[in-house]
């Protein structure tokens, strides 16, 4: 069974761009969660999403946002990229909420 | 705001030692506790995980010690082995939603 997939795994952009990441889940998950790690902050939780609706959402700005797809493929948009916003992306993939959460290898994003 | 507090930050043993990773949590409203392990340029990957109905859980070399009286819980690595260098995150979840809440990591080496 194949895990969860992350587009693209780096990702470069400059100040002030936006960007979107894109993650499929293990095949059969509906819930998927987005992470952001850093070095400073950790790992710390963006948003759920589960049937195509965000279910929890995390302390970020508005500029970050996401959406489910009905196939359970999620995407996850920053705006207006800042040089704090650089950091791994995380997805996980969850076969129903409240259940084991399985990591994909992440997005690196850099913003110069 | 830290609501699981995870020592030691890094760890050097032995090949065959036992590393001990300990959390300690405050909210009561945690009911799931999954350890992750994460190598370099991976994404986190689910190792064991308990819940405050049993004092300990085992699966292979790993086991997690569970004191929820004290709310804290640790991980321990028998045999340890120099594949087994990683990061290590415990991680808690409310009863209520999906979203993690992780510590900040133990960087684990284990020398040859």
């Known amino acids: 069974k194949a895990g969860v997939t992350q587009t693209p795994r780096y990702l470069i952009k400059t100040r002030g761009q936006q960007v979107t990441l894109s993650c499929s889940p293990i095949s059969g998950h509906r819930s998927v969660s987005w992470y952001q790690q850093t070095p400073g902050q950790g790992l710390q939780f963006l948003f759920e999403y589960f049937s195509e609706t965000q279910r929890n959402k995390g302390n970020f700005p508005g500029r970050f946002s996401g959406r489910q797809f009905s196939n359970s493929r999620s995407e996850m948009n920053v705006s207006t990229l800042e040089l704090g916003d650089s950091a791994l992306y995380l997805c996980?993939?969850?076969?129903?909420?409240?259940?084991?959460?399985?990591f994909g290898q992440g997005t690196r994003l850099t913003v110069v | 705001q830290q609501q699981v507090k995870q020592s030691p930050q890094s760890l050097i043993v032995q090949k065959g030692g036992i590393p001990i990773i300990n959390c300690a949590y405050e909210n009561t409203a945690f009911d799931y506790f999954p350890w992750y392990q994460q190598f370099p340029g991976k994404g986190p990957a689910l190792l064991i995980a308990i819940r405050p109905d049993v004092s300990e859980k085992k699966e292979g070399r790993f086991t997690i010690s569970f004191n929820k009286s004290a709310k804290q819980f640790s991980l321990h690595i028998m045999d340890s082995q120099p594949g087994d260098s990683a990061t290590y995150f415990c991680?808690?979840?409310?009863?209520?939603?999906?979203?993690?809440?992780f510590g900040e990591g133990t960087q684990l080496t284990v020398n040859p």
């Open positions: 996980a993939s969850s076969p129903l909420l409240n259940t084991e959460a399985f």
């Open positions: 991680a808690a979840r409310e009863t209520s939603g999906s979203r993690l809440t």
